[in-house]
């Protein structure tokens, strides 16, 4: 990569590709100053910012790998963009600003018309970024995520929760464009990725930013393979996770462990039993709460240690579930408290966070001794050395930006985005220092840049119980493919969603189809949900128990072909959900298609997404002859088909020729 002048500018250009252009009349570089306005309530942000001053920096003198950027032609600089070339195909711009008073900016990159471009994290409602902007900050999703529908309407009168479309757990100030090209900035402060314009793409970040970077690769597959690298690869996944089912189950001891044994004696294939009320619950408005003192508690589950072992010997493991705070009116808090573990508010107090009818400390994990001491005391011995095999690693998303300091001194605003790759890191460490890394396995929602270095399991989050086009099935395989083009090898969701409000229940045709799906994923995971008495649980419908154990069943039928994939992740970085056109990148028809995804490089999956469907129509991409994996049925690709949908046979095909026909072929009679 190199600079270029042109007349009155220059290009940032690598073997012919554009990748920033600038000149006096269409500045590149935009700084400013701005006054924001960030509201915190039980995880949601109500953002506003003024910008009181937007300054075009039009005049640029270039100097070896360096631009200096002024207001006017000679004045003094600015800005300093310095570039470096780590590698072939990739260069790093670190800025320099010269007034410690900016903290507004705006960069512009070059466009065309028809260009796509995905990514910044997991997006969940759409996979094609263009025409849409994307603030980037970490937050809870929003419930319905849809302002057109009844559902975040009421969200948002009651709690402020309604959500938008670009809400996430997991933003990223990252893009791959079909130039054939990724930026990433390197920045943790409230970002806005913007992509309406057909000309240009720009990219705000409320600071300067420390770089912006640009890789350059031939294939999408080699961009992954390159982001991948950069952002960390995941570790293999524990041989356990192939085995079977992990059951989402809570209410008690005598609930979670005889639903347990009666799934299994249906024969269900189970990996895993996750109780994520293992240390307790409270009684809240939004339904049954998880007490937030992790540590075993006795009340609920008094023979928890003898059954843990129990399981074990059936070779079923033992989940639980922890988050980064602690309830104040916990056994676990006043001593974090005494060691001055905890963050502080602006009297040097403890900082409380309202969690929604009750208050939690933060861990403050810019302190080595924060972080020592939840995975010695949390993690590792309440958890690990109790038998515990895994565990959602929840939240990560919450810390507020108002009154709140942390030890290092960087303002909370700041760190705000950089807290659930801080939050995945401990619980890697805490893994590996027990020497269980690829043994046991935690799964997350938040994240943001870095965070895949540590998570091994990246989990969707709290999608609502329905079909709903923002909230509901189809979104997770959105929230897959974005993330995955990043470079996180695995994704999955809860079974049959997680949010249940205002009336909205989960039946029993939503479970199944969404079980169809998690067959064809890396892992399967149920969850009871919010409210589980209200809602269809697995186990209420001999039907649905069949249905399960069936799917379960091929599931584990295809590990010899995840296997193969996990292996490839981990020399490569490639998911094992790819987007269509990551391996028919010739066919432009499977650039936007967000609701179909391949599993692996043979196998094309396009899960029912709608209610009372019984056929679906799939694009099979071109230039290869697809095999129907229900009926062996030869279909020539590069075109759309209308295929039999019943309940247990997903729409979904393989190559023909695949080395892993066999197995494929064998699908069709698991029983």
């Known amino acids: 990569m190199q600079f270029t002048e042109i007349a009155q500018g220059f290009t940032l250009c690598h073997e012919g ?5 600038h000149t006096t009349a269409e500045p590149m570089v935009f700084v400013g100053r ?3 306005k960030m509201e915190i309530y039980h995880g949601n942000f109500d953002i506003e910012d003024y910008v009181e001053e937007r300054i075009p920096l ?14 006017q032609e000679g004045g003094s600089t600015l800005l300093l963009l310095r570039l470096s070339c780590p590698s072939a195909g990739a260069g790093v711009l670190r800025l320099f600003c010269q007034d410690d008073s900016l903290n507004r900016f705006w960069l512009r990159l070059p466009a065309e018309a028809e260009e796509k471009v995905w990514g910044c994290g997991e997006q969940m409602s759409y996979f094609n970024l263009r025409g849409r902007h994307f603030p980037l900050w970490t937050s809870e999703p929003g419930v319905g995520r849809d302002k057109t529908t009844e559902i975040t309407f009421q969200s948002d009168i009651e709690n402020k929760a309604g959500g938008d479309y670009y809400n996430t757990n997991y933003p990223q100030p990252t893009f791959v464009s079909s130039r054939y090209y990724a930026c990433h900035m390197d920045t943790t402060a409230y970002a806005d990725f913007d992509f309406r314009n057909p000309a240009f793409h720009e990219l705000q970040a409320w600071t300067i930013p420390k770089a912006i970077e640009f890789y350059v690769g031939s294939s999408y597959l080699e961009l992954i393979e390159i982001l991948s690298l950069r952002f960390g690869r995941q570790p293999r996944l524990p041989e356990w996770i192939y085995q079977g089912v992990i059951l989402g189950l809570k209410g008690g001891e005598e609930n979670t462990f005889s639903r347990a044994e009666h799934a299994i004696a249906c024969g269900i294939p189970v990996a895993a039993v996750w109780s994520e009320d293992w240390a307790g619950v409270r009684m809240t408005s939004f339904g049954t709460r998880n007490f937030w003192d992790w540590k075993w508690g006795k009340k609920r589950y008094p023979h928890l240690d003898k059954k843990i072992k129990e399981l074990r010997a059936k070779n079923v493991r033992f989940m639980a579930y922890v988050s980064p705070y602690l309830c104040s009116d916990g056994e676990l808090f006043p001593i974090a408290e005494k060691k001055g573990l905890v963050a502080l508010d602006g009297k040097g107090k403890t900082a409380l966070v309202d969690f929604g009818e009750f208050y939690c400390g933060i861990l403050d994990f810019t302190k080595q001794e924060a972080c020592e001491w939840f995975k010695q005391e949390i993690l590792q011995k309440n958890m690990i050395d109790f038998g515990v095999s895994g565990w959602m690693a929840d939240f990560g998303e919450y810390l507020p930006i108002d009154n709140v300091f942390l030890s290092n001194g960087v303002e909370a605003k ?7 790759e801080l939050w995945a890191r401990v619980n890697a460490e805490a893994v590996a220092e027990r020497g269980k890394t690829g043994e046991i396995l935690f799964f997350m929602r938040a994240g943001f840049t870095g965070s895949q270095a540590s998570c091994p399991m990246l989990w969707a989050g709290d999608q609502s119980v329905d079909f709903s086009r923002h909230d509901g099935l189809n979104t997770v395989i959105c ?24 009336g909205n229940r989960r039946t029993k045709e939503l479970f199944e189809r969404w079980t169809d799906m998690a067959a064809f994923t890396p892992m399967m995971r149920t969850h009871e949900g919010n409210r589980p ?6 186990d209420q419908d001999a039907g649905t128990l069949a249905h399960l154990a069936h799917m379960t069943r091929i599931h584990n039928h295809l590990s010899p072909y995840m296997h193969a994939l996990a292996e490839e992740a981990a020399v490569k970085g490639y998911p094992l959900q790819p987007p269509l056109f990551v391996h028919f990148e010739q066919d432009k028809n499977t650039y936007d298609i967000q609701d179909a995804y391949l599993f692996g490089p043979d196998l094309l999956v396009a899960p029912v997404h709608k209610q009372g469907v019984q056929d679906w129509k799939v ?14 049925q030869e279909i020539c690709g590069g075109q759309s088909v209308t ?4 309940i247990g046979q997903t729409p979904a095909f393989y190559r023909k020729g695949s080395p892993w026909t066999d197995l494929f072929k064998e699908i069709k009679n698991v029983e």
Not at 17 to 21: A, P
Request: aromatic share 16%; net charge negative; glycine share 10%.
């Open 34 to 36: 701005g006054q924001e």
């Open 479 to 502: 929230g897959a493919l974005s993330s995955g083009i990043l470079g996180n090898a695995y994704h999955h969701s809860d079974i049959g969603g997680y949010t249940s409000l205002f």
């Open 58 to 71: 039009k005049y640029a003198v270039i100097h070896d790998d360096e631009v200096a950027f002024s207001i």
């Open 533 to 538: 008495s209200e809602n269809f649980q697995f």
């Open 643 to 646: 295929a039999p949908a019943p």
């Open 414 to 420: 700041f760190m705000h985005n950089a807290w659930p």
């Open 619 to 632: 694009y099979l991409p071109a230039g290869v002859t697809w095999v129907q994996l229900w009926n062996e």
């Open 17 to 21: 590709k554009v990748l920033l252009r």
